[in-house]
């Protein structure tokens, strides 16, 4: 059971580049997750979906984009990438929204923009 | 979301249990308490959660108060691979999402 799955691990981008983080998860989850991860700190969200072609801002949405075409599929995109996107992006999902189901999350995309 | 203290880190014996506090005194009725850990350069893991009664699973188990501003963590006899960062959070259903607010929770380093 592959859970959920980023790609890719690494990515080194120049100032102004575009790229997208790729999320799939294989559970059947409704719902996934953005989050990105400065160094010492805890996670922040970024976007959110609750299902396919639905999709909402979390708490740090500037400068990032998503869609969600698929129930397993929520793809993360940096337009013009800018210094302070440097970072570590986790994706996560869940089954519903009710408080008693936990975030299942991936490994994570370690990006530096330089 | 209540907001959650922990201590910033801790240090236990390996084969011994590690029980890490959490204090959540603003906590509401509806609102859970889930324990998640981060080892290093790998996304959060779940470990267990509950709202009144105390839970155990294969991984841990999680002690709440009868007043639940506060709950323990227990890992009843800690590894070398339980070192990681445990994180403490209070989460209620919030329209349109269940999200989870992660503050800078608890290094654990289990010693040999």
């Known amino acids: 059971n592959a859970g959920v799955t980023q790609t890719p691990k690494f990515r080194i981008l120049k100032i102004g580049q575009s790229m997208t983080l790729q999320c799939t998860q294989d559970?059947?989850?409704?719902?996934m997750y953005w989050y990105r991860q400065d160094p010492g700190m805890g996670l922040k969200l970024i976007y959110y979906?609750?299902?396919?072609?639905?999709?909402d801002k979390g708490e740090v949405p500037n400068g990032y984009n998503v869609s969600r075409s698929t129930t397993e599929d929520f793809p993360l995109r940096l337009e013009l990438a800018a210094p302070s996107q440097t970072s570590v992006y986790f994706c996560?999902?869940?089954?519903?929204?009710?408080?008693?189901?936990?975030?299942?999350f991936g490994d994570g995309t370690r990006l530096s923009i330089l | 979301d209540a907001k959650t203290t922990q201590p910033t880190s801790m240090d236990c014996a390996e084969g011994r249990a590690a029980n890490l506090p959490c204090n959540h005194s603003t906590i509401s009725g509806n609102e859970y308490v889930y324990w998640y850990r981060q080892i290093h350069s790998q996304g959060p893991q779940y470990i267990i959660h509950?709202?009144?009664n105390n839970e155990t699973n294969e991984m841990a188990s999680l002690i709440i108060t009868e007043d639940r501003k506060s709950s323990t963590l227990i890992l009843p006899h800690a590894t070398l691979r339980d070192t990681a960062v445990y994180y403490c959070?209070?989460?209620?259903?919030?329209?349109?999402?269940?999200?989870?607010?992660f503050g800078t929770g608890t290094r654990l380093t289990v010693i040999p």
């Open positions: 979906s609750v299902g396919a072609g639905i999709t």
């Open positions: 559970m059947n989850h409704n719902y």
């Open positions: 509950g709202l009144k």
């Open positions: 996560a999902s869940s089954y519903s929204v009710s408080s008693n189901q936990p975030q299942h």
């Open positions: 959070i209070v989460r209620v259903r919030q329209t349109g999402a269940n999200n989870l607010f």
